[in-house]
T-cell receptor
Framework: ETGVTQSPTHLIKTRGQQVTLRCSSQSGHNTVSWYQQALGQGPQFIFQYYREEENGRGNFPPRFSGLQFPNYSSELNVNALELDDSALYLCASSRDSTGPQDGYTFGSGTRLTVV | AQSVTQPDIHITVSEGASLELRCNYS??????LFWYVQSPGQGLQLLLKYFSGDTLVQGIKGFEAEFKRSQSSFNLRKPSVHWSDAAEYFC????????????FGTGTQLKVEL
């Protein structure tokens, strides 16, 4: 069984640019959540996608957006990058959207640096 | 709103010593509770989870945690720490009945002295 894979592993962007991060969910999982982990902090929930629809959102501005595809993979898009967007972005997949009772399988993350 | 507090930012223990990492949560009902471990440059690995039933939960790598409703706590324990346990540990709470997010604490960095 393959785990959650994220790409790229690292990238550097300039303030004001746009970025797309990608995530392939674990086999058998249909729900994808995205988290932002700033340095020295715990992960913070950005949003979740289930059946290609946004299914819950944390306290992040609209310039954070996402997509989920029919194969359950997902993208996180961030527009108008700010320096504070520098963080590790984690993708997590799970079997369904009814609750976190199964726990989530996390990918290794994408380290985004905004300069 | 749910929240998690991990009071210890850093903990250092000697290899072979016992370990307890503290976690306190705030939630209006019985939550889902999790402990994750993160090694440098890596994602989060699930150690154990609590949903209901027996309040003492066994996890991977010899870890266990005890849910204490009266203290709103879910402390992680290991009887004998190995050098490979050095990592950052996160406690997380999830809401029941909808609300699909996990809320994480700020983490405890564990250092193991040989």
């Amino acid at each position: 069984e393959t785990g959650v894979t994220q790409s790229p592993t690292h990238l550097i962007k300039t303030r004001g640019q746009q970025v797309t991060l990608r995530c392939s969910s674990q086999s058998g999982h249909n729900t994808v959540s995205w988290y932002q982990q700033a340095l020295g902090q715990g992960p913070q929930f950005i949003f979740q996608y289930y059946r290609e629809e946004e299914n819950g959102r944390g306290n992040f501005p609209p310039r954070f957006s996402g997509l989920q595809f029919p194969n359950y993979s997902s993208e996180l898009n961030v527009n108008a990058l700010e320096l504070d967007d520098s963080a590790l972005y984690l993708c997590a997949s799970s079997r369904d959207s009814t609750g976190p009772q199964d726990g989530y399988t996390f990918g290794s993350g994408t380290r985004l640096t905004v300069v | 709103a749910q929240s998690v507090t991990q009071p210890d930012i850093h903990i250092t223990v000697s290899e072979g010593a016992s370990l307890e990492l503290r976690c306190n949560y705030s939630y209006g009902a019985t939550p889902y509770l999790f402990w994750y471990v993160q090694s440098p440059g890596q994602g989060l690995q699930l150690l154990l989870k609590y949903f209901s039933g027996d309040t003492l939960v066994q996890g991977i790598k010899g870890f266990e945690a005890e849910f204490k409703r009266s203290q709103s706590s879910f402390n992680l324990r290991k009887p004998s720490v190995h050098w490979s346990d050095a990592a950052e540990y996160f406690c997380a709470v999830g809401a029941r009945g909808g609300g699909n997010k996990l809320t994480f604490g700020t983490g405890t960095q564990l250092k193991v002295e040989l």
